[in-house]
T-cell receptor
Framework: RKEVEQDPGPFNVPEGATVAFNCTYS??????FFWYRQDCRKEPKLLMS???SGNEDGRFTAQLNRASQYISLLIRDSKLSDSATYLC????????????FGTGTRLQVFP | EAQVTQNPRYLITVTGKKLTVTCSQN?????MSWYRQDPGLGLRQIYY???????DKGDVPEGYKVSRKEKRNFPLILESPSPNQTSLYFC??????????FGPGTRLTVL
């Protein structure tokens, strides 16, 4: 099983829709998780951190399900500008600050 | 402005011709890292550095070298590039903890 797995998509949704992506992780001891956003051919940028059960920031909600070892990202009221690839990120547990990146889920919001 | 810079942004070269990609950050971060990003494989860590004069291999270090003589700079050296090193390269830095700030990327083509 890969350390971090994501559905590559693409998820094609109309403006205003609600969309959710899941990410599964293999290390049950993981305590913190991150979603990064990457626009086409640009650098990844931190979107949200998830440390306990979840986190909410405006239209974005991240939730953690420890029993099933997955985190989800929910985007409400999708905007055209939300079109991007969303990377699920899990730190290793070896005190090196190393991050393990999922391959990303591509979202395309259309008018 | 707090940022990570990389140069060059685009490079086309030939097999065997040594090259260096520079990376510099102005945030006084101790941690720096190099990644390569390939379709379907996500971001993979090449080398990282926890502080000046401290560097360690990541997941795909073969064919690369790095140095960390000063805190702000972390150059990536390809002594004898080969076509399988054609990729999109990102440098990143972090204060400690897990928010990594990425440079704009260097698109390298090795013919």
């Amino acid at each position: 099983r890969k350390e971090v797995e994501q559905d590559p998509g693409p998820f094609n949704v109309p403006e205003g829709a609600t969309v959710a992506f899941n990410c599964t992780y293999s290390n049950s001891a993981s305590q913190s998780f991150f979603w990064y956003r990457q626009d086409c051919r640009k650098e990844p940028k931190l979107l949200m951190s998830v440390y306990s059960s979840g986190n909410e920031d405006g239209r974005f909600t991240a939730q953690l399900n420890r029993a099933s070892q997955y985190i989800s990202l929910l985007i409400r009221d999708s905007k055209l500008s939300d079109s991007a690839t969303y990377l699920c990120v899990v730190p290793t547990l070896d005190n090196t600050d190393k991050l393990i990146f999922g391959t990303g889920t591509r979202l395309q919001v259309f008018p | 402005e707090a940022q990570v810079t990389q140069n060059p942004r685009y490079l086309i070269t030939v097999t065997g011709k040594k090259l260096t990609v520079t990376c510099s950050q102005n945030m006084n971060h101790e941690y720096m890292s190099w990644y390569r990003q390939d379709p379907g494989l996500g971001l993979r860590q090449i080398y990282y550095s926890m502080n000046v004069e401290v560097t360690d291999k990541g997941d795909v270090p073969e064919g690369y070298k790095v140095s960390r003589k000063e805190k702000r700079n972390f150059p990536l050296i390809l002594e004898s590039p080969s076509p399988n090193q054609t990729s999109l390269y990102f440098c990143a830095s972090a204060l400690g903890g897990y928010e990594q700030f990425f440079g704009p990327g260097t698109r390298l083509t090795v013919l």
